[in-house]
């Protein structure tokens, strides 16, 4: 089950949001009768375990029904520590934290290569395991679980009531929002929201998928165990049924309630959920005695169906289409403003390749797929500071090359090096840190961020913000400005700039195609792969994006085009190559492939006399 990521101001939220929360948390035990306060205690500890979980789903596009395994793991190493050990509850909590993520660092090695439903199952599996470890183990208090856990003590000052544990808490979970509001709005969060909209654009852009996923899922563990430590504080006790199944689903409640991915919503979710749960314990016994436990569960699956039927966004999501019918329209599309008459190079830098310099070298490539042979046997080379064109017929095999040459696809034999190394079989964002990336046939823009968003991703290896430095947004703020200030160099390029900051789903067809190669541009390659880049485009931005890949080219930039328009890519391309049936029938110049009889008979798969009748035949047929 992937889900995607709900990005805007209310995911976000403004600092200001911040400071409001935090009054509205300080007010509320003064005003709020003592068994809401009471509750509202437990929701601010459960919404550290769904804000985690919320991260998971809606950065990593992963469901987890194991979060109250992580949750039970902060719980016992926090009792243990402090009622074995007598260790301060401070550094006991960090221990625990520390523990948590430990674990689901080593589980998430092997388990977050499973997807979907596989891992959802996988992830349950964890609280049955932690469940019946504690139930088995004496060390932990088998059934009975470990009691005497002291309240918080501070400066001399115990926290004994709701009220004043409520106090204490609340500052904890506002500093746990703004450090996963930091992380969604830095650039691992926005790598992932790339991922969940297109995992093989965003690993061609150097994003390390699986890395990035384990991050979080160990990230989302963290919250968890701090959630656990927050608890077993609050009851002074911990037994086994700290990591019921119950509890996981009363987690995934809250956040899809608050809104996959939304921060926020985490905690509305949790105060949501908390007040339905205290609401059932009263009514359930009236209505079926002795069956609270069962029929509760049943309840939040009711709830939960409900959500996901109805209300898919979540409190979050409905926030957000009410904001939207109020935002003024979207500015209108900008017209390109490439300058025709410009040929100077263009992103030309220290250290790329000398013009003429081999860049990629592929040599008898195939590539199979069962029976079939959809690239037999193809090799050619490509230079720095040229065009070279892969042409050839539909199902001629040539983004089949192009998916083995970026990563996507392994061949079945044959080799593929890049600047002298082996890339074959190695994953894109390995051919992405080689500086080379790609667009592609069917466009791949990442629709749920905007135009700006989708460049930003290109930049993604010229960053240095990891999970922990992003999170706490002052080392990256420089590295964030320098980020949003070039994404409107490369937007200029393909005359996007005024539309910005307009979602990139809203733009028209051949809009979001010049958006893909801006986003490829950012990477700012040695190498680039275009894949039918003139499609959908007019004949204006057509003869501008020519003239963009010629500055390209007269900046050292080696680029290799696929288009059925073949005029185009003879006009523009070096050297070109011809595909037909997977084999490579033709490599030269595009003089001497224009009237190579093989393509003209096997690639056109027309006769001379049809190109008398045939104007598009005739051009390529005769050289007009």
Request: with cysteine; glycine share 12%; net charge neutral.
């Amino acid at each position: 089950m992937a889900t995607r990521l709900l990005r805007g101001p209310l995911l976000r939220g403004p600092l200001w949001s911040f400071a409001l929360l935090a009054v509205v948390l300080a007010v509320f035990p003064l005003v709020a009768p003592d068994d809401a306060v009471n509750v509202g205690v437990y929701a601010l500890i459960y919404s550290l375990a769904a804000i985690g979980l919320s991260l998971l789903m809606g950065l990593a596009g992963q469901v987890s029904l194991g979060q109250a395994a992580f949750f039970a793991v902060g719980a016992y190493t926090q009792a243990v520590l402090v009622t074995r050990y007598s260790v301060p509850m401070v550094p006991a909590a960090v221990a625990a934290v520390g523990l948590a993520m430990l674990v689901a660092l080593l589980v998430g090695l092997p388990l977050l290569r499973l997807r979907g439903h596989y891992l959802a199952l996988a992830t349950l599996g964890l609280g049955i395991i932690v469940t019946v470890a504690a139930t088995e183990s004496e060390y932990l208090g088998a059934t009975s679980g470990i009691y005497g856990v002291p309240k918080p003590e501070f400066g001399g000052r115990r926290y004994d009531s709701a009220a004043e544990y409520f106090w204490l808490l609340a500052p904890v979970v506002v500093a746990a929002l703004l450090l996963a509001r930091n992380v969604v709005a830095g650039r691992i969060g926005r790598a992932l929201g790339a991922i969940n909209d297109s995992e093989v654009a965003a690993e061609c852009l150097g994003a390390d998928t699986f890395r990035l996923r384990l991050q979080v899922f160990v990230l989302s563990a963290g919250y968890a165990g701090l959630a656990g430590v927050a608890y077993v504080h609050w009851i002074t006790v911990v037994n086994p049924g700290a990591a019921n199944f119950s509890l996981s689903v009363e987690f995934l409640l809250m956040a899809v309630l608050g809104g996959i991915g939304s921060v926020w919503g985490a905690v509305l979710g949790a105060f949501a959920v908390e007040f339905l749960d205290e609401g059932l314990h009263d009514l359930i016994p009236k209505i079926v005695p002795d069956a609270v436990g069962e029929v509760e569960l049943i309840g939040f699956g009711i709830v939960l169906t409900a959500v996901i039927l109805f209300l898919p966004g979540g409190i979050h999501g409905l926030f957000r289409r009410l904001l939207d019918r109020v935002r003024p329209g979207a500015a209108p599309a900008a017209a390109s403003t490439v300058d025709d008459s410009d040929e100077t190079p263009l992103l030309a830098r220290d250290g790329r390749p000398a013009p003429g310099t081999t860049l990629l070298e592929v040599e008898h490539l195939v590539r199979r797929f069962g029976g079939v042979v959809a690239v037999d046997d193809v090799s050619f080379e490509v230079r720095a500071g040229e065009i070279f064109g892969l042409i050839g017929p539909n199902g001629a095999g040539k983004t089949t090359c192009f998916n083995i040459v970026s990563g996507v696809l392994t061949p079945s034999t044959g080799t593929v090096r890049l600047k002298g190394e082996r890339i074959d079989g190695r994953k894109p964002h390995v051919f992405a840190r080689a500086r080379a990336t790609r667009t592609f046939q069917n466009l791949q823009i990442f629709r749920s961020t905007t135009v700006r968003g989708n460049v930003a991703v290109g930049r993604h290896l010229r960053g240095r913000a990891g999970l922990a430095r992003g999170a706490l947004v002052l080392p990256a703020r420089a590295e964030e400005r320098a980020i949003h200030r070039s994404t409107d160099d490369f937007l200029s390029l393909v005359g996007l700039s005024e539309v910005a900051d307009r979602p990139a789903g809203d733009l028209p067809f051949g809009q979001q195609r010049l958006l893909e190669i801006a986003r490829a541009l950012a990477l700012e390659p040695d190498l680039l792969l275009l894949d039918e880049p003139m499609a959908g485009l007019s004949g204006g931005e057509r003869r501008d994006l020519a003239r963009l890949l010629r500055r390209l080219r007269a900046g050292g930039m080696a680029i290799v085009l696929v288009e059925h328009d073949v005029e185009a890519v003879l006009a523009l391309a070096d050297r070109v190559a011809v595909l037909d049936d997977g084999r490579l029938i033709a490599l030269g110049d595009p003089a001497a492939v224009r009237h190579d009889p093989a393509v003209v008979a096997a690639y056109l798969g027309i006769e001379e006399e049809q190109a008398a009748v045939d104007p598009v035949a005739r051009s390529v047929v005769q050289g007009d």
